[in-house]
């Protein structure tokens, strides 16, 4: 998915964008409100990692002005402090989670995965489609008895498609789901994405169909 993190630390930000990069996230930092909101003219986002002090102002306000647009990505608020008030406020602005630092990765990446299952209408990890299973924390599929591995892109292209089967998805639309503005993404990216999916697919009954000059789509044969 692509991530929008807002944190003014470098160090922190880093190591964060790092992780999530390990998991098959495109990862854009901001490291103020100013920078936030350029980002969010500029590309589509699933998720935002907020914090709340930063250099130009509040990200209460900034969220509390996202709400009042009525945009609505999911937002988990980022906060040094452990006051069950200041957690409340954050929840009753329309942030769709918070978490504590320092935290742990794990659990950073934990809460990132459960903010998107909700968004997503989702009760847990795993999607039954057309003869297969997919499990997005075990990061597999399952046809038959045969479990196959997914790669991080492969997965979060499959979470993708997965999403709206049948909804037909531009390259440039994955492009910008799938990398931040820092990765260098050659023109057959997608195609080699989209081509290791087919064959993880193989054996069900679902085919990701290519429209020329259009995009891709899941749907069942």
């Known amino acids: 998915m692509r991530i929008l993190l807002v944190e ?3 160090e ?3 190591a964060v964008a790092s992780r999530l990069a390990l998991e098959g996230h495109g990862v854009d930092h901001a490291p103020t409100l100013a920078d936030a909101r350029l980002f969010l003219d500029s590309a589509p986002y699933d998720l935002i990692l907020l914090d709340i002090s930063l250099p130009d102002g509040d990200g209460r306000d900034f969220l509390a002005a996202e709400r009042a647009a009525r945009r609505e990505v999911p937002v988990i608020m980022m906060t040094a402090s452990a006051s069950v008030g200041d957690r409340v406020s954050t929840l009753d602005l329309g942030a769709d989670d918070y978490i504590t630092k320092p935290f742990d990765f794990a659990e ?4 990132c995965r459960a903010v998107l299952r909700r968004r997503a209408g989702a009760a847990d990890s795993r999607r039954h489609f057309a003869g297969f299973t997919f499990d997005a ?5 399952t046809i038959g008895e045969e479990t196959r591995e997914l790669r ?8 993708i498609l997965l ?3 049948g909804q037909t998805y531009s390259k440039a639309h994955l492009i910008d789901r799938l990398f931040s503005f820092d990765e260098e993404v050659s023109d057959n990216a997608i195609e080699v994405y989209v081509g290791r999916l087919r064959r ?3 054996g069900s009954g679902a085919r990701i169909e290519t429209l020329r000059g259009v ?7």
């Open 12 to 14: 922190l930000a880093r």
């Open 163 to 165: 999403s709206r089967p």
């Open 108 to 111: 950073l990446q934990a809460r």
């Open 215 to 221: 995009g891709y789509r899941l749907i069942a044969e």
């Open 200 to 202: 993880k697919l193989e």
């Open 8 to 10: 003014d630390g470098e």
């Open 152 to 159: 991080a892109r492969e997965l979060r292209l499959l979470e």
């Open 137 to 141: 924390l075990g990061a597999n599929v």
